[in-house]
């Protein structure tokens, strides 16, 4: 199986923690050039670069917020100067905003949420399009689970984006299809990441552990695979799909 990323160019938002982070790792592990993207994660993203240098990889670590779209051209233009090119496009950064009964959530929480999750992909998908090259480009976006359980009460705006996400997907591996471009979606179920710290409790998070028939939480690197498999050669005829990776929490 040809996983060899060594010619490619990776742009990974949210590229220096969590799931982001794994990402980053493993393209590069495979010999992916990365841009490591943060908006406020400075800190966690220069740490991602260093580990990718330091292992003998290339990265680089780049300040933008994606929900600004001067902000995501400027993010393009500075992957495309810094390795001579965008070849995989990785929409990773999101996340859940505020939680609420929908009585309680705002027009606000809900401009928020999909500004957040679904137009800065959008974006991400918009001005970097035309530096894809045929048949190498990739696009993978990050879902959720919730996306098809419709996740739990008071997560309406994250569930309504994930879900959206998904059909996202499938258009656009239509219309980029002909150029042999392929698009396509991780799922992940329960992963351990800072969203999970600040988001769900303890005892909420052991009682989700135990719906997963592995028997334990999943761990960013388990999102790593998927990612390296899509990214490749090896993952040229996937397109339009959404892969599910939560440990069989969910069997669509
Ligand atoms: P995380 O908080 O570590 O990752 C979110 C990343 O998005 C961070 O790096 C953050 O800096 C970045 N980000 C947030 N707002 C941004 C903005 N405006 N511009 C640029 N970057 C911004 O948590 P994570 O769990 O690694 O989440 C990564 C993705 O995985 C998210 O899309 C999340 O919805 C999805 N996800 C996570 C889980 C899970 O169990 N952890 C499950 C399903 C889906």
């Known amino acids: 199986m040809n996983t060899d990323l060594a010619s490619r160019t990776a742009l990974v938002t949210g590229g220096g923690t969590g799931i982001g982070r794994g990402m980053s790792l ?12 943060y908006s406020r994660s400075r800190d966690d993203a220069e740490n991602t670069v260093e580990a ?8 680089v ?8 779209e001067s902000q995501v051209k400027h993010l393009i233009q500075q992957t495309v100067d810094a390795f001579g090119g965008l070849d995989i496009l990785i929409a990773n950064a999101g996340g859940r905003t505020r939680d609420a009964p929908t009585i309680d959530l705002t027009r606000e929480d809900w401009d928020h949420g999909i500004a957040l999750n679904c137009t800065s992909v959008f974006l991400c998908v918009k001005h970097a399009v035309e530096h894809l090259p045929d048949q190498i480009g990739r696009i993978i ?57 600040q988001f769900t409790p303890p005892d ?13 939480d999943g761990l960013p690197e388990d999102c790593a695979g998927a990612t390296v498999l899509l990214a490749g050669d090896a993952g040229s005829y996937i397109t339009g799909q959404t892969i599910e990776i939560n440990g069989g929490m969910a069997m669509p």
């Not at 670590?61 to 600004?68: G, K, M, P, S, W």
């Not at 909420?204 to 334990?216: D, F, T």
């Open 26 to 37: 493993a393209l590069a592990a495979n010999g992916a050039a990365v841009v490591v993207n």
């Open 52 to 59: 990718i240098n330091q292992a003998g990889g290339r990265a």
């Open 61 to 68: 670590a780049v300040q933008a917020d994606i929900t600004e």
């Open 141 to 197: 976006v990050t879902s959720s689970i919730s996306a098809r359980s419709g996740a739990g009460p008071g997560m309406v705006i994250y569930a309504a984006a994930k879900g959206v996400l998904n059909n996202m997907v499938r258009n656009w591996a239509k219309e980029l299809g002909p150029r042999r471009i392929t698009v396509n979606a991780i799922a992940p179920g329960v992963i351990r990441t800072r969203l999970h710290a």
């Open 204 to 216: 909420e998070y052991k009682k989700l552990i135990e719906r997963v028939p592995v028997g334990r």
